[in-house]
């Protein structure tokens, strides 16, 4: 594919970009590596009934090339790969067509696949698939994520063995050698620049000789699995860059997309744009090209749905329809009338539980904000059915409207005044964190300074390497103990609840404790106890009142694969716990409750609070205790 401007070959039958030729270079992509591995769609899959999140690596490869249209403002190219029954057991059974389409004038191109399942191929499991795009070390040393995470970065032959240490895991290392001494010391982890799918609009790499950028643009997530929050992995070392468009990260086993016999399935995935910039005359601020990729990120946001897909399974804008409304809030507690949900998610999905977005991953979502008085307005909706969900920074919960939505094409529906009723049976005695589903708000330490990224010296502290071992640093003699109304969730509150590391190198459990005070105690009462997580990873949370040794009065069970902690999030799945506490076990003056997370196999096992609150009785009409 040639439009003057750029030039890209493609390896037929295969479908795999083996060249990109731009400004001057004859191929910005890695020139040292097998035609097959430069650029590329990817799949991990496996057989039903697998156990665990590891699969077969399938790099793609088609089988028939077709021109679908060649004119002169347009080329696409399709690439597609069919099973059949002979193919069982060894390729995965879905049909894939891969397309690659180049457009008059543009300073890029566009790619998209359309994955399908036919109704009596066998079942099976698929782990991820992505697009990814490796680039010439030689070249590409700059990597921008966003505006506060960029880079140069360390050389991928910096972390051959000789010139590195592997850490707690093989994705992270200490550089102890790197060819370039800036380096040395500084820990490299592909997981570090992990992002939400929400903020996941443009990233890539920069190269100073000449001036010029490779950037990765995807201007919608309604393709992606899991919802906005779902985080996913960017560039890193390589040079790499990649578009993950399902996996498992941050989740675990809750978000395999798993296929059962007869069951039928398509979808589009893209496109996604690859833009490619330079500096005129080669002056200027080689830095000046992120802005630029930023305000084309823009423009391709703008543009969706785009008009060019040749595919029929790609719904065109006056196919789609609107879902608009308004959505409030209402807690007694917290104020008499109906409180505008401000700068709530609000979003489209297949239909489910509450809450059930956040690991669904075979149809599509569609999201957006509500405005300061709580008004949405979600565009372009493919047809089909979802329900709409929600949840409302300040307030705990899901939020879900039961009633089966259908958008038509070019129709808006509006939807009305949608009222959200938190979870709550009472007053709040106390409260710890900001529900806000993460635990950015509570303390994250210092890291230890032989494990150091110095991008996140001052900002995004989590995202440093090392730091579950941090708290037994800090609470060498005993577990971490929180007094309400004396303490500050933002110093006292350590982010996750880990394992502690003993002497002899194994681990053990935890119990963390809450102390407040009750000026009366209803004997005949219930009190709650609300416990949003943010994050578990194979943990089990106990929760006792006044007595460690005590029945708990909740006992999980093992939870959680969501591997935050060794992977440097803030946040993984959303859990809520509501924990009823008889009033008879509470006591007028000191109370303390106690929560154990008892697992202790590795230093990764643990759980991120979200938000603690502690609800009084509806009323005080119980009996006192004397």
């Avoid at 089909?384 to 409207?401: K, T």
Wanted: hydrophobic share 35%.
């Amino acid at each position: 594919m040639n439009n003057g401007i750029l030039q890209v070959t493609i390896s037929n039958p295969y479908g795999i970009v083996t060249g990109i030729q731009f400004n001057g270079i004859d191929n910005l992509l890695a020139v040292e590596n097998n035609e097959a591995d430069r650029g590329y769609w990817d799949l991990v899959w496996n057989l039903a009934g697998s156990k665990g999140t590891k699969g077969k690596f399938d790099r793609i490869e088609a089988t028939n090339f077709e021109v679908i249209v060649k004119n002169e403002d347009q080329v696409e190219l399709s690439f597609t790969r069919k099973w059949d029954s002979s193919l069982e057991g060894k390729v995965v059974p879905l049909n894939i067509d891969k397309r690659f389409v180049m457009l008059r004038n543009s300073s890029g191109f566009y790619t998209y696949a359309i994955y399908e399942h036919l109704k009596e191929w066998p079942a099976f499991i698929l782990d991820r698939f992505r697009v990814a795009f490796k680039l010439r070390k030689d070249k590409f040393h700059y990597m921008a994520i966003a505006d506060n995470r960029q880079r140069f970065m360390p050389l991928p032959d910096d972390r051959l063995p000789y010139r590195s240490q592997t850490l707690a895991y093989p994705e992270a290392v200490l550089l102890v050698d790197p060819l370039e001494p800036e380096f040395r010391g500084e820990v490299d982890d592909k997981y570090q620049y992990s992002c939400e799918n929400k903020d996941n609009r443009v990233h890539g790499w920069i190269c100073t000789d000449p001036p010029l950028g490779f950037w990765q643009i995807t201007p919608s997530d309604e393709f992606r699995s899991a919802g906005p929050h779902k985080q996913n992995l960017t560039s890193h070392v390589g040079p790499t860059t990649l578009a993950v468009l399902h996996s498992v990260h941050y989740s675990g086993e809750d978000l395999l997309l798993k296929f059962g016999t007869n069951e039928p399935w398509k979808k589009v995935f893209g496109p996604i744009f690859i833009y490619l910039n330079s500096l005129c005359n080669g002056g200027g601020d080689p830095f000046s090209l992120w802005e630029d990729a930023r305000k084309q990120m823009t423009i391709e946001v703008q543009n969706w749905p785009y008009t060019f897909p040749a595919s029929e399974d790609f719904p065109q804008p006056d196919q789609r329809g609107n879902v608009s409304g308004r959505l409030l809030v209402k807690d007694r507690y917290v104020c008499d009338e109906d409180i505008p949900a401000n700068g709530a998610y609000v979003g489209l999905a297949p239909p489910g539980d509450v809450g059930s977005w956040q690991s669904e991953v075979k149809g599509y979502q569609f999201w957006t904000r509500t405005d300061e008085d709580g008004y949405f307005c979600i565009n372009n909706v493919r047809m089909g059915n979802y329900n709409l969900y929600a949840w409302v920074p300040g307030f705990i919960g899901d939020y879900r409207y039961d009633v089966i939505i259908t958008p038509n094409a070019g129709y808006d529906i509006y939807m009305g005044h949608l009222v959200y009723e938190p979870p709550r049976d009472g007053p709040t005695l106390w409260e710890i964190g900001i529900p806000d589903r993460t635990a950015a708000e509570f303390y994250v330490p210092d890291p230890n300074p032989k494990y150091i990224n110095k991008l996140y010296v001052n900002h995004d502290r989590f995202r440093q390497y090392g730091l579950w071992e941090r708290y037994a640093d800090l609470y060498p003699d005993g577990d971490l103990v929180y007094t309400v109304g004396v303490s500050d969730y933002t110093k006292d509150w350590f982010f996750a609840q880990v394992t502690r590391k003993k002497d002899d190198n194994t681990y053990q459990g935890t119990t963390w404790q809450i102390k407040f005070k009750l000026d009366c105690a209803y004997e005949s009462e219930t009190y709650r106890l609300r416990l949003a997580l943010a994050t578990v990873h194979a943990a089990e949370l106990q929760v006792r009142i006044n007595d460690d040794a005590s029945s708990p009065l909740l006992s999980s069970g093992q939870i959680g694969k969501d591997n935050t902690i060794a992977r440097h999030g803030i946040h993984g799945l959303y859990r809520l716990y509501n924990v009823d506490i008889p009033g008879n076990l509470l006591l007028e003056g000191d109370n303390t409750i106690f929560l154990t997370q008892s697992k202790n196999a590795s230093p990764f096992q643990g759980i991120m609070y979200d938000y603690i609150r502690l609800e009084g009785p509806a009323s005080s009409n119980g009996n006192k205790k004397p």
